[in-house]
């Protein structure tokens, strides 16, 4: 049973650059988990941000990216706005058509 | 536009069973897979199950131990999810969506006594 790993909570002022990453007990993560990010916002539905590791939906801002970095997968936040704070959570696709969600990070923009 | 609109959701006994739908409209619905999470209040989200756009292959989470069971009929351009034995940890917010970022706007499932 696969658990993936998130950090609980960051924090980033206006402007800056943040990194969120993703990682999962069953080793490194590669292209084949799929990694795809989502955002949520406080009493919101969630929302697809990114897939395959960085492909951006229509919706999604420029400021967002994804990669892989060190054995996980990354969500980069580049000119954080305050409208850009929410709970983020990855998700990976394991080999028998499961997909695991991590715990999610509380990004706070301050 | 793409709709996916949740419905079946209510207020059940512990043990007892639902089934939840999810209608999907503005794409063609049988060219893509489906998939169900949910969301206990304040806490994470959690991947209940997947289709494939033929059903040919599905996947359940981990947590489920074999009571949920999804299916779709593409006739109808619907996704189900049936929801059996169910206990007060069921209790969530359940969402339907695709794999290339639309989601519906959930369906509330209490289970309670």
């Known amino acids: 049973q696969a658990v993936v790993t998130q950090e609980p909570s960051l924090t980033v002022s206006p402007g800056g650059t943040v990194t969120l990453t993703c990682g999962s007990s069953?080793?490194?993560?590669?292209?084949?988990?799929?990694p795809s990010w989502f955002q949520q916002k406080s009493g919101q539905a969630p929302t697809a941000l990114l897939s395959?590791?960085?492909k951006r939906y229509s919706w999604t801002p420029a400021r967002f990216s994804g990669s892989l970095l060190g054995g996980k997968a990354s969500l980069t936040l580049s000119g954080a706005r305050p409208e850009d704070e929410a709970d983020y959570y990855c998700?990976?696709?394991?080999?028998?058509?499961?997909?695991?969600f991590g715990g999610g990070t509380r990004l706070t923009v301050l | 536009e793409v709709q996916l609109v949740e419905s079946g959701g209510g207020l059940v006994q512990p043990g007892r069973s639902l089934r939840l739908s999810c209608a999907a409209s503005?794409?063609?619905?049988?060219?893509?897979?489906m998939q169900w999470i949910r969301q206990v209040p304040g806490k994470g989200l959690e991947w209940v199950a997947g289709?494939?756009?033929?059903?040919?292959?599905?996947g359940y989470g981990d947590s489920l131990k074999g009571r949920f069971t999804v299916s779709r009929d593409n006739a109808k351009n619907s996704v189900f999810l049936q929801l059996n034995s169910l206990s007060p940890d069921d209790t969530a917010l359940y969402y339907c969506?695709?794999?290339?970022?639309?989601w519906g706007r959930g369906v509330q499932v209490t289970v309670s006594s």
């Open positions: 289709i494939s756009w033929n059903s040919g292959s599905i």
């Open positions: 503005g794409f063609i619905f049988d060219d893509y897979a």
């Open positions: 998700l990976l696709s394991y080999s028998d058509a499961r997909r695991v």
């Open positions: 395959d590791t960085g």
């Open positions: 069953t080793g490194a993560v590669t292209t084949t988990h799929y």
């Open positions: 969506g695709t794999y290339v970022g639309h």
